[in-house]
């Protein structure tokens, strides 16, 4: 790990007010950690006698899996509560729950939630570090960092890439953190889908809009699909699924479009057939899989960071 | 009912009804204001240094009595409103159950009558229930007392019954108040749609949601000749649409609020439920439209919309905080700061858009110091400074973003009908 680098943020909220050398400072980290992940012990003792707390009010498995391994393997105990059995549903406040969580003397909190803020707001309610894992469409600071790792593996430094952000934008947490992930390192971003998904709006935050998606993908260094999530936007968005896959599904023809060494990305869950070709998902230029195992070496990362950090300052705060 | 004389000595007095702004007294008798008598039959409040205006006038606040009186009744807010300097409101019928029926009005004059320091106005439904489906008994609550109808809160989204409403309003003479939304682009939504709610991931609420509706009564207005006021404008559209509309003679009029003409959709940016309002806080274009607005007269007078929320109840997730902020309390020094301060506004102006002009929309007997008017009268140093804290505030509810800031402009005495309700920081 980088010694000379002084990592001070005990919370991740967000990825738009982490500098650029923040966002490098976590991805170089995550490659120390990769590393651990080819030995036959894979646990590190990093977090050993820590609770980490994975609130997860919202329907998720790959992430909540992903931050229970990565806790696991730094050796912490993980407690998980979920939306559907927690007492959310009885009307409790997450004030109140997750003050209870901290009574309960746990070191961390993961938390994903529909809605946007909620990670910041937690964080202003107990004295424990906070990392978001996915707020409504505001963000998913670890899938971005993820996929920034996934990316400089496959294709080295992201200064002056060109990459492609193609599907549902507007909805999309994903989308928002990789926009200033991949800016914060050099990237050039482009949203590409439906005029009704992707608004121009998004120019405000140093990307590009089309819609036109063979301009988009033409020389593109990657491209990162995201799911339309069709259960939500009913007919309001696009008339139907088979006229989306018609204009902006990623296939086989269109994928010539990119540069020859170009990645296509996903986060999951794939709507096979829709975004993208069934085959082309499982082709040798899809990263899909390497990014679920790299996002375990991140969110170790991100674990063990904001740990430090908070450790770190709760001893200066004695001294 | 006999009540001490009192003479204001050495104040400076802006009655904007008079065109007056000159520094002298006041004299007050019998509950109206009274031509000069001797010096040693009355109370003499020293206001050397003061202003003294008109009682301001309000023609929207939520009381919440009946059924959500945790948050506020007419009581607290009435306290609120003389702490703040009003002595003129108007409650809105939202309360639970909404005042759709002279039943419900009756229980909130009761209430006044029992409880309320200063003079307070109630408002009848536009519809039954609130519902938006069928025409409330506008002719009954005219009766019961209302000086106007409206369903704050909610807006009427079928414009064939919005056409009866201002046609059968019309023939009570009573001027319909609207809450300018259109639903079907709001929905889900919590803050501007702009680059912020972009940047948040928050369901941005367009500022089309709005104007779509301020078209559509400017329309009807023309169409049926009913006054109908639009409440809490909010953009710039809006202002944009009333001035052509006013220019032609329609008989339109529009508010705006002191949180609108202040703040705007960048203090979301910490996720804090204070700021969220509906409508919701707008872009800084939107912000110096109203102020224009109120500048060229397309806006008529400010309102608060004081929309009291207990601590606990905005103490969640933004997504799942109400709507709405206090204003009774703050409105005075943030309007002085906003509008005098900082738009070239003269004094006399700013209590015009809080006085004459607010009473002159829905006819009340309010807003002047004219002899033999009611002596509502309002006393404050328009320079000094304070800090609102939870403490000092007589609301029963505290979301308020300028809890804890400094402002400048402090309410010291109100007089309701000759009476002093207010002073020095306590209710008497």
Redesign the interface.
Known sequence: MKSEYEWTRRNLIGIENLTPEEVTFILDTAVSFKKTMGRSVKKLPSLRGKVVANLFLEPSTRTRVAFEVAANRLSADVLTVSGSSSSITKGETLRDTAQNIEALKADMIVIRHSAPGSPLYLSQLVDIPVVNAGDGAHEHPTQALLDCFTLREKIGSLEGKKVAILGDILFSRVARSNIWALRKLGAHVTLVGPSTLVPGTFESMGAEVSHDLRSALTDADAVMLLRIQHERQSQMHFPSLGEYTSLFGLNRERTSWLKPEAVIMHPGPLNRGVEIDSDLADSSRSVILDQVTNGIAVRMAVLYLCASADEWQKREAVL | MSVEPLIIEGGRIVDPSSNRDEVGDLFLRDGVVSTPFARDKARVIDAKGKVVSPGLVDIHVHFREPGQTHKEDVGSGTRAAAAGGFTTVVCMPNTSPPCDNPATIRYINNAIAENAVVKVHTTGCLTKGMEGDSLAPIGSLKKAGVVAVTDDGRCVQNNALMRQVATYSEMFDLPVMDHCQDTSLTEGSVMHE??WS??????GWPAAAEDIIVSRNIILSELTRAHIHMQHVSSAGSVSLLRRAKQRGVAVSGEASPHHISLTDKYLG??DPVFKMNPPLRSEDHRLALIEGLRDGTLDCIATDHAPHRNYEK??????APFGITGLETSLPVCLETLHRSSGFSLSEVIDLMTRKPAGLLDLQAGTLSEGADADVTIFDSEKEWTPTIDGFQSRSDNSPWLGQTLRGQVETTIVQGRIVYEDGKIL
Do not use: T
Request: glycine fraction near 18%; charged fraction near 40%; avoid cysteine.
């Open positions: 702009g680059d972009l940047r948040l991931g928050l369901k910490g996720y103490d969640v997730e933004l997504d799942s």
